[in-house]
């Protein structure tokens, strides 16, 4: 039985058709499996810093731009870091991709390199032994009884993989947002302004103020529009989106701000602290369902641009050099480009720098974010990016606790739940 393509990526969002073009690029033979069509319009908003952006050469994908970035955290511990309405400007562009453009962007490499679509959903994998001329195959068995045949699966379908493994380390912290992009009686952040984080939580009361906290996170659109998001951080479980709506509301009413139109409803629900998948499994993963997401920020479309064609090339060396290789053999060799060592050290330090944050109190939390955004830019932005070396970002983390206030080291420094085990993993990373 051969395969009738090389690689079969399952998923059709913005994961599945990064990877699929980055292979595409490759002239490897590829075909999306995807429950809904690939090219319907994304629901949800991507975002990403004007540099990095830059760095990729797509600045022409970006809807807008904004270079007046600020975020709000709010009095600090003895009074600073200033005035609870006096922002934080960060100094760096901000980008909002065109939703379109990006899609299409990936769409157009796809057709150049001829990926064929199939839709469906996956619901089983199995493997099929090679002949003497033959390569061993992935067999995945979809929803409606048809089965579909590749040397290799790439599952890019999102967290909630069917066919992925990966260990149960706990409890997954979810980031939990409810957004409205419309209209306003009166603006809601300031003319051309891009707001990070508004940690401002005057409209709360006492008690209210010690429940999880939640921060705005907006930006003017231009011509009377805007996009408002009330966020939290990440908690196990999430925040209901019904509470996030009502913070959102009672923020902006607070401000003397009410929505008047409303264009879209934006619901964003995606975990934190994945673990990583089994690295051994003969199988591979990308994006959500291989845990790119960053777990200080939330972020992965940027890692998708500059993670998948490294990616794509290794697997497509792979497929040339051996014409019978074996599934495990070339999920092996993208388990080791996707997740090296480095990157693995990596990801288990941002998950021991989370599993502090969602313990922080609020007032921890604004200390905290006041603290990290008055680091150097080349250090905040390299770790809110993840493009920090391993030992850059332990400097950047050292200078962090070194100049925070005694609250937020305090809070950095006790010892409770899963810290020990992510130690555990920075000095030897698992899958």
Known sequence: MSAEADVLVVGGGPAGLSIAAALAAER??????????????????YGIWGEEVDALGLSHLLEHRWSRTCSYFGAGEGGGPGL???????????????????QRHWLDQCTAGAVRWERGEARELSFVAGASQSAACSLVRCADGRELRARLVVDASGHRSALIRRPDRGPVA?????????????PPVQPGQLVLMDFRCDHLSP??????????????????????EETSLALAPALPFDTLRQRLERRLAHRGV????????????????LPLPDLDQPLLAFG????????????????????????????????????????????GVGWRALWPLELRRRQALYQFGLEK???????????????????????WTGFLTNT???????????????TAPWSVRAGLIAQQGREAALLGQLIWPRG
């Not at 490897?28 to 908003?45: E, G, Q």
């Not at 922080?360 to 250090?379: I, W």
Request: proline fraction near 9%.
């Open 28 to 45: 490897v033979r590829v075909a999306v499996l995807s429950a809904s069509d690939p090219a319907a319009p994304w629901p949800n908003t």
């Open 357 to 379: 944050l969602m313990r922080f109190s609020e007032a921890q939390l604004r200390a905290h974010f006041a603290t990290f955004f008055a680091l150097p830019p080349q250090q």
């Open 207 to 228: 008690v209210e103020r010690r429940e999880p906290p939640t921060f705005l996170y907006a930006m003017d659109l231009g011509a009377g529009r805007f996009f408002v």
């Open 388 to 402: 920090l070396s391993l030992p850059e970002l332990v400097v950047a983390m050292l200078r962090l606790f070194a």
């Open 258 to 273: 009410a929505i008047e139109v409303v264009e879209h409803e934006e619901l964003c629900l995606f975990p934190m602290n």
């Open 174 to 186: 979810g980031q939990a947002a409810y957004g409205v992009v419309g209209r306003f009686s009166a």
């Open 84 to 102: 609870a309405d006096a922002p934080t400007p960060h100094g760096r562009d901000y980008g909002l991709f065109d939703k379109t453009l990006l």
């Open 288 to 331: 959500g369902s291989a845990a790119m997401v960053h777990p200080a920020s939330g972020y992965m479309v940027g890692a998708l641009l500059r993670r998948a064609p490294g990616l794509a090339a290794a697997l497509a060396a792979a497929l040339r050099a051996d014409p019978l290789a074996s599934p495990a053999a070339l999920a």
